[in-house]
């Protein structure tokens, strides 16, 4: 008989344990692992006789990130069509805490998993790695994490804060790091996510990891030319240059001007697209 991928146990009142079970695979996220963690996420909200949940692997892994063996031919409309990105919102949207207890490798999807999390607790073992950066792909971190969650950074603490989002650590390093988001527990929005990254200020004031602070100018490569740089279509856009693709906006006021704390509340005016206008104020 097959062991479980997924187990549930109950090792104390109120308190629910799931636990992701392929050893033999050091605990990589395949769908099957993806939709049960989901599955009982959904599930244990809605039981009253749950008050918290705590997600955890083994002693040597916690998650060692995507099954790259299921991976592994896919291609990139099929990979969309998976909506493993969607699977997480199961974290976000359960009403009770979520807690992730990690155990040696949490890499990758892994330590994305990590991050969804309300509180995430790492014993001595715990190694923690975006491990992507050491064959060439780029880190796509949170941008408005900084200002729009700073109630969870008090869980995290500053020692973690300071290694989190760590931009100003990446491009002093020369790597092209750019934008990603956890939507949607964090908004897409552009401004604001520069602005945290500027600032790693909160929106109640609480600075956190300052060392990671960045220029608005780095900022705003970032979100246009780092992005296209990962996507490998750099030359073509990411700025505005004779010949690129004619995508751009214009903005009320110059965020490198602005009072940094309001870089977030700065007017988009306009929005071309293609070399044509798709919004205009």
């Given at each position: 008989?097959?062991?479980?991928?997924v187990?549930v146990?109950?090792?104390?009142d109120?308190?629910?344990?799931?636990r992701i079970?392929?050893?033999?695979?050091r605990?990589?996220l395949n769908?099957?692992v993806?939709?049960l963690i989901?599955r009982?996420?959904?599930?244990?909200?809605e039981d009253d006789?749950?008050?918290?949940?705590v997600?955890?692997?083994n002693?040597?892994?916690?998650?060692?990130g995507?099954d790259?063996?299921?991976?592994?031919g896919?291609?990139?409309i099929?990979?969309?069509a998976?909506?493993?990105h969607?699977l997480w919102r199961?974290?976000?949207a359960?009403?009770?805490?979520v807690?992730?207890?990690v155990?040696?490798?949490?890499?990758?999807?892994?330590l994305?998993?990590?991050?969804?999390?309300?509180?995430a607790?790492?014993?001595?073992?715990?190694?923690?790695?975006?491990?992507?950066?050491?064959?060439?792909?780029v880190?796509?971190?949170?941008?408005t994490y900084a200002y729009?969650?700073p109630?969870?950074f008090?869980?995290?603490?500053?020692?973690?804060m300071k290694?989190?989002?760590?931009?100003?650590s990446l491009?002093?390093?020369?790597v092209y790091?750019c934008?990603?988001?956890?939507f949607?527990p964090?908004?897409?929005?552009?401004?604001m996510g520069?602005?945290g990254?500027v600032t790693?200020?909160?929106?109640?004031?609480?600075t956190?990891?300052?060392?990671?602070k960045?220029?608005?100018?780095?900022?705003?490569?970032?979100n246009?030319?780092n992005?296209?740089?990962?996507?490998?279509e750099e030359?073509i856009?990411?700025s505005?240059t004779?010949?690129?693709?004619?995508?751009?906006?214009?903005?009320?006021?110059?965020?490198?001007?602005?009072d940094?704390?309001k870089?977030k509340?700065?007017?988009?005016v306009r929005t071309v697209v293609?070399?044509?206008t798709?919004?205009?104020?």
């Amino acid at each position: 008989m097959t062991a479980p991928v997924v187990v549930v146990e109950h090792p104390a009142d109120g308190v629910a344990l799931i636990r992701i079970n392929r050893p033999e695979a050091r605990n990589a996220l395949n769908m099957e692992v993806r939709r049960l963690i989901a599955r009982h996420l959904a599930e244990m909200g809605e039981d009253d006789a749950i008050r918290c949940i705590v997600l955890t692997g083994n002693d040597k892994s916690f998650a060692a990130g995507a099954d790259i063996k299921e991976m592994a031919g896919a291609g990139t409309i099929e990979m969309m069509a998976r909506g493993t990105h969607k699977l997480w919102r199961a974290i976000a949207a359960c009403p009770k805490p979520v807690i992730a207890a990690v155990n040696g490798h949490a890499f990758g999807g892994g330590l994305g998993l990590v991050a969804a999390a309300d509180i995430a607790i790492g014993a001595d073992s715990a190694l923690m790695s975006f491990s992507e950066v050491r064959i060439g792909a780029v880190p796509a971190m949170f941008t408005t994490y900084a200002y729009y969650n700073p109630d969870k950074f008090v869980y995290y603490g500053e020692e973690m804060m300071k290694s989190c989002m760590a931009y100003r650590s990446l491009l002093d390093a020369g790597v092209y790091a750019c934008a990603g988001s956890d939507f949607s527990p964090g908004p897409f929005a552009a401004l604001m996510g520069i602005q945290g990254m500027v600032t790693r200020k909160g929106w109640d004031g609480k600075t956190w990891g300052a060392n990671q602070k960045i220029s608005v100018s780095e900022a705003i490569a970032v979100n246009t030319y780092n992005g296209a740089w990962a996507s490998g279509e750099e030359a073509i856009k990411g700025s505005i240059t004779a010949g690129k693709l004619a995508d751009y906006v214009v903005l009320a006021d110059d965020p490198h001007t602005v009072d940094v704390e309001k870089i977030k509340d700065i007017q988009i005016v306009r929005t071309v697209v293609g070399g044509k206008t798709s919004y205009q104020a």
